[in-house]
C-alpha cells in the first residue's frame, strides 16, 4: 500500500514548490531584457531582498548565496543601475540565448505551479511525477541554457552587476540540480573556461566535473 505524507507534510511541500516559482520567477526577470522597474529594484535591493526570501527554506545551505548576492547589492551600490547600464551588459549576450533561456524557465514554471495545485489538491502521486519531470527538464535543458547565459556574458565586457547576477544564477542552478557548478566559475570575473564549457556539452553521454 502507498503511504502518503500527511497533510502537514503536504502543505510544507507545497510551499517549497511556491518559494522554488518565486526564485525561478526572480531569475526570469533578468535573464532576458530587463525593463526600468527591474533596474529600481536592482539599485533599492529589493531584488536581492526577494531573492533572500525565496531561498529560506533552504536553511543553512541558503549560505551559498550570500557571496552572490552580497556581491550585486556592492555592485548597484558602486553605480546606480539604470535601465541603459543594465541593457548595455546584456547586449552582450546574443538576443537567442536570452529568449531561449526565458523559454526555459517559463516552461518550469508552469511545471511548479501544477506541482503546487497537486500537493494543495491531495494527488500526491502526481505532484511527485511532476517533480521528476522536472528534474529532467534541469538537467537536460536548463542545464545547457544557463551555461551558455552565463558564458556569453562573461566572456564579454560584462558590467560588475551582470557578473553578479551570473554568479547567483550559477548558484541557483546548482542547488536545484544538486551539483556543483560554483567551481566552474574562477577569478573576480567568474569566467567560465572554455574546458568547462566542454564538459557541459549537451547529451546524454555529456561528462561531469570532477
Not at 536570452?98 to 511545471?111: F, K, M, S
Amino acid at each position: 500500500m502507498t503511504e502518503h505524507p500527511s497533510p502537514q507534510v503536504a502543505q510544507l511541500m507545497a510551499g517549497i514548490v511556491d518559494d522554488r516559482a518565486r526564485m525561478w520567477a526572480l531569475v526570469s526577470e533578468v535573464v532576458s531584457r530587463p525593463d526600468t522597474s527591474v533596474a529600481q529594484r536592482l539599485t533599492s535591493g529589493a531584488w536581492v531582498e526577494d531573492m533572500q526570501r525565496s531561498v529560506q527554506w533552504l536553511g543553512d545551505a541558503a549560505e551559498r548565496f550570500r557571496p552572490g548576492l552580497v556581491a550585486l547589492g556592492e555592485a548597484a551600490d558602486a553605480a546606480p543601475v539604470t535601465l541603459e547600464s543594465l541593457l548595455a551588459g546584456f547586449d552582450d549576450i546574443t538576443s537567442r540565448e536570452r529568449t531561449h533561456l526565458a523559454g526555459v524557465i517559463d516552461d518550469l514554471l508552469v511545471q511548479l505551479a501544477a506541482e503546487k495545485r497537486s500537493w494543495s489538491g491531495g494527488d500526491h502521486e502526481h505532484a511527485k511525477t511532476l517533480r521528476l519531470a522536472q528534474h529532467d527538464q534541469l538537467h537536460k535543458r536548463m542545464v545547457p541554457a544557463v551555461q551558455q547565459w552565463c558564458y556569453d556574458a562573461l566572456n564579454q565586457q560584462s558590467t560588475p552587476v551582470l557578473s553578479a547576477l551570473a554568479k547567483v544564477l550559477v548558484i541557483v542552478l546548482g542547488m536545484e540540480t544538486g551539483r556543483d557548478f560554483e567551481r566552474a566559475v574562477e577569478g573576480e570575473g567568474f569566467h567560465i573556461t572554455d574546458a568547462y564549457v566542454a564538459t557541459m556539452s549537451p547529451g546524454p553521454d555529456s561528462p561531469r566535473p570532477e
